[in-house]
T-cell receptor, first 114, second 111 residues
Framework: AQKVTQTQTSISVVEKTTVTMDCVYETRDSSYFLFWYKQTASGEIVFLIRQDSYKKENATVGHYSLNFQKPKSSIGLIITATQIEDSAVYFCAMREGGSWQLIFGSGTQLTVMP | ETAVFQTPNYHVTQVGNEVSFNCKQTLGHDTMYWYKQDSKKLLKIMFSYNNKQLIVNETVPRRFSPQSSDKAHLNLRIKSVEPEDSAVYLC??????????FGSGTRLLVI
C-alpha cells in the first residue's frame, strides 16, 4: 500500500534563506507521481511542483526545486530565497500509476520570519 | 475563470441532520474527488468519480454519498451527521496524470 511520511511538523526560518522539507514515500509500483502542495492560512491548497518517477532530473519551478532520491524513496522540497508569504503548510503527496488515489503526508508548517 | 468552486463555505448543523455540499469544476477535467481534512490538517480521500464510475474509500461511512449530474459536478451528501463529521471537505479535480486542483473547501460544524 502506498504511504507518504513527513516527519517535520514545523520549521521556522529567516526570510531570504533556503529551507528544505523532507518527505519519504512507500510504494511497490514502478510508476508513480510525486507532488508538493501548499495550504495557505485561508485554507486554499495550491499545487507547487511535481516529479514523475521515470524522470531522473530534479524538477524546478521558480524558487521551488525538488531533491528526488529514488533509491531512498525520498522527495525533498527546497525553497530558496524564502519570503514571508511562503509561510504555510506544505504537503507532500503521491499517486501510483494505476491508482485513483492521491495520498498526502501529514504536512509541515513553515514559518518565515523577518 | 477556470477553477473548482465549492458552496457553501461554512455550514453549521445539528447531529442527525442531512447536509449537502456542492462542487463544480470549469477546468474540463474528467475526474473529481472529495477529501476530508480534519482538525490536525490530515487530508483523507473519500471518493473519486470518473465517467460515471464511482470509487469509494472503504473507510468512508455509508452515511456519506457523492452525487453527480455530469463530469463537471460532484456533490457530497451526508445523511444523519455525527459530531466526528466536523471537518473541512475539499473538492478536487484532475485529468489523466495531471496534478489535482482543489476548491476552497466547505467547513462543517456539527453541534
Amino acid at each position: 500500500a502506498q504511504k507518504v511520511t513527513q516527519t517535520q511538523t514545523s520549521i521556522s526560518v529567516v526570510e531570504k534563506t533556503t529551507v528544505t522539507m523532507d518527505c519519504v514515500y512507500e510504494t511497490r509500483d514502478s510508476s508513480y507521481f510525486l507532488f508538493w502542495y501548499k495550504q495557505t492560512a485561508s485554507g486554499e491548497i495550491v499545487f507547487l511542483i511535481r516529479q514523475d518517477s521515470y524522470k531522473k532530473e530534479n524538477a524546478t519551478v521558480g524558487h521551488y526545486s525538488l531533491n528526488f532520491q529514488k533509491p531512498k524513496s525520498s522527495i525533498g522540497l527546497i525553497i530558496t530565497a524564502t519570503q514571508i508569504e511562503d509561510s504555510a503548510v506544505y504537503f507532500c503527496a503521491m499517486r501510483e500509476g494505476g491508482s485513483w488515489q492521491l495520498i498526502f503526508g501529514s504536512g509541515t508548517q513553515l514559518t518565515v520570519m523577518p | 475563470e477556470t477553477a473548482v468552486f465549492q458552496t457553501p463555505n461554512y455550514h453549521v448543523t445539528q447531529v442527525g441532520n442531512e447536509v449537502s455540499f456542492n462542487c463544480k469544476q470549469t477546468l474540463g477535467h474528467d475526474t473529481m474527488y472529495w477529501y476530508k481534512q480534519d482538525s490536525k490538517k490530515l487530508l483523507k480521500i473519500m471518493f473519486s468519480y470518473n465517467n460515471k464510475q464511482l470509487i469509494v474509500n472503504e473507510t468512508v461511512p455509508r452515511r456519506f454519498s457523492p452525487q453527480s449530474s455530469d463530469k463537471a459536478h460532484l456533490n457530497l451528501r451526508i445523511k444523519s451527521v455525527e459530531p466526528e463529521d466536523s471537518a473541512v471537505y475539499l473538492c478536487a479535480s484532475s485529468s489523466g496524470n495531471s496534478d489535482y486542483t482543489f476548491g476552497s473547501g466547505t467547513r462543517l460544524l456539527v453541534i
